[in-house]
T-cell receptor, first 113, second 111 residues
Framework: EAGVTQSPTHLIKTRGQQATLRCSPI?????VYWYQQALGLGLQFLLW???????NRGNFPPRFSGRQFPNYSSELNVNALELEDSALYLC????????????FGDGTRLSIL | GDSVTQMEGPVTLSEEACLTI???????????LFWYVQYPGEGLQLLLK?????DKGSNKGFEATYRKETTSFHLEKGSVQVSDSAVYFC??????????FGQGTELSVKP
C-alpha cells in the first residue's frame, strides 16, 4: 500500500514569491492535514481538510491556504513568502475525523532565500 | 489549552540499554495518545497509540501505557539498538482534528 506522497521534495523560493506544495493521501483516507516543522518551533498544525472542505486551521496568517480535490489529494499554497516560512512542511492523512491515527509523508523542504 | 511536555534531549545510550522517554500531557476530554518517530531526512512514522486510559500501545519492542491518573504516556524499550537512533515525538489528538506534539526527544544509541 502506497503511503502519503508529497511533492516536490525540496523547493527554493525568494521572498515575496508564491509556493505550492502537493500531497496525495493513502488510498481510502478522506482527511488531509498540513503541519509546519520549523527549526526551534516544533511541529505546528496548519490546516485540516476532509471531504473537500476546510475543517480547521491553525494560528497562521491568511497567506497560508489550501484546498482538497475530489480525489482527496491536497495543495498547500503560501503567498508572499517570508524568510521565516523556511521549514519542512508535512502532510498527513487519516480515515475520517478525530482520534484516528494520522500517517505522514516525508515532507517538502521549503527554503526562502 | 491542550499541551504535551516531553523530556529534553539529546538522550545518549549504549546499545542494549533500557530506554524511557517521559511524556506528560494536559487535555480537556479524553484524547488519544501517540508516539511518532522521525529518522533523519524523513517524515514522521507512527510508532504506537493508545485510545483510552490503561491502554498499552506496543510496536517493535517499544511500549507506552496511557495513565490518566498521572496524565502520562512514557515511552519504554528494554534493549535499544543503534537503528533506534531518531527523534521521538509524543502527541495527543486535540480538538479540530489536529495533533498536538511535544517538542521531540533526540535519541542517540552508540554501539
Amino acid at each position: 500500500e502506497a503511503g502519503v506522497t508529497q511533492s516536490p521534495t525540496h523547493l527554493i523560493k525568494t521572498r515575496g514569491q508564491q509556493a505550492t506544495l502537493r500531497c496525495s493521501p493513502i488510498s481510502g483516507h478522506t482527511s488531509v492535514y498540513w503541519y509546519q516543522q520549523a527549526l526551534g518551533l516544533g511541529l505546528q498544525f496548519l490546516l485540516w481538510y476532509d471531504e473537500g472542505e476546510e475543517r480547521n486551521r491553525g494560528n497562521f496568517p491568511p497567506r497560508f491556504s489550501g484546498r482538497q480535490f475530489p480525489n482527496y489529494s491536497s495543495e498547500l499554497n503560501v503567498n508572499a513568502l517570508e524568510l521565516e516560512d523556511s521549514a519542512l512542511y508535512l502532510c498527513a492523512s487519516s480515515f475520517g475525523q478525530s482520534n484516528q491515527p494520522q500517517h505522514f509523508g516525508d515532507g517538502t523542504r521549503l527554503s526562502i532565500l | 489549552g491542550d499541551s504535551v511536555t516531553q523530556m529534553e534531549g539529546p538522550v545518549t545510550l549504549s546499545e542494549e540499554a533500557c530506554l524511557t522517554i517521559n511524556c506528560t500531557y494536559t487535555a480537556t476530554g479524553y484524547p488519544s495518545l501517540f508516539w511518532y518517530v522521525q529518522y533523519p531526512g524523513e517524515g514522521l512514522q507512527l510508532l504506537l497509540k493508545a485510545t483510552k486510559a490503561d491502554d498499552k500501545g506496543s510496536n517493535k519492542g517499544f511500549e507506552a501505557t496511557y495513565r490518566k491518573e498521572t496524565t502520562s504516556f512514557h515511552l519504554e524499550k528494554g534493549s535499544v539498538q543503534v537503528s533506534d537512533s531518531a527523534v521521538y515525538f509524543c502527541a495527543l489528538s486535540g480538538q479540530g482534528g489536529k495533533l498536538i506534539f511535544g517538542q521531540g526527544t533526540e535519541l542517540s544509541v552508540k554501539p
